[in-house]
């Protein structure tokens, strides 16, 4: 079935440190990717987005780019900030059916200043 | 910015009693969906909803019902809260069509003694 797997956290950085999360998919069809990102006491809010492959999502200095022949769509950051400590769920969507999101587990990221 | 409520953020409650929790939207959406979060921090689909009159169980089975009776509003009920229910509770919409994101509230935190 369709699946995510993203990096068991947490990742721990210091202010200004570049940000790798690894995300990898599993999908039939040509499913859509996301970024999600969850602040303590909230819900999730979309960070960004890719629809097809090599599209490349950007907002916020966050950047992740759909890459079909290695089916992932790793989140990025040149320099973090201690505003950025949350968690980050990567996701996919099958665009057939209901379109449901599948997510991954979660990575908790923690910036220190 | 998204326009989708919870109430209540906290919720404190013995065993036995009967919980409704509330999710509405403004923004027109017809699809709907509730989320359970595990404390590891997995979202689970426990229901999604189409459009008015209809519900359908998601991935992770729940003792939990829901009803859409109006578009903007999917409620979740819990008969008998027991202790193996605590956790967050999250609402979600979306309009249809492919490519479209799913906008979150706030959540419910639900603690069951």
């Known amino acids: 079935g369709d699946s995510v797997t993203q990096m068991e956290g947490p990742v721990t950085l210091s202010e200004e440190a570049f940000l790798t999360i690894n995300c990898t998919y599993t999908?039939?069809?040509?499913?859509?990717l996301f970024w999600y990102v969850q602040y303590p006491g909230e819900g999730l809010q979309l960070l960004l987005k890719a629809t097809k492959a090599d599209d490349k999502g950007s907002n916020k200095g966050f950047e992740a780019t759909y890459r079909k022949e290695t089916t992932s769509f790793h989140l990025e950051k040149g320099s973090v900030q201690v505003s950025d400590s949350a968690v980050y769920f990567c996701a996919l969507r099958v665009n057939t059916g209901f379109q449901k999101l599948v997510f991954g587990t979660g990575t908790r990221l923690l910036v220190s200043p | 910015e998204a326009d989708i409520y919870q109430t209540p953020r906290y919720l404190v409650i013995g065993t036995g009693k009967k919980i409704t929790l509330e999710c509405s939207q403004t923004?027109?959406?017809?699809?709907m969906y509730w989320y359970q979060q595990d404390p590891g921090m997995e979202l689970h689909l426990i229901h999604y909803?189409?459009?008015?009159?209809?519900?359908e169980k998601g991935d992770l089975s729940s003792e939990s019902t829901v009803s859409r009776i109006r578009t903007e509003h999917f409620p979740l009920t819990l008969e008998s809260a027991r202790p193996s229910h605590t956790s967050q509770y999250l609402c979600?919409?979306?309009?249809?069509?492919?490519?479209?994101?799913?906008?979150f509230g706030p959540g419910t935190r639900l603690t069951v003694l």
């Open positions: 909803s189409y459009g008015v009159n209809s519900t």
């Open positions: 979600a919409s979306s309009e249809f069509g492919n490519h479209n994101e799913q906008f």
């Open positions: 923004m027109g959406h017809d699809k």
């Open positions: 999908a039939t069809g040509y499913p859509s």
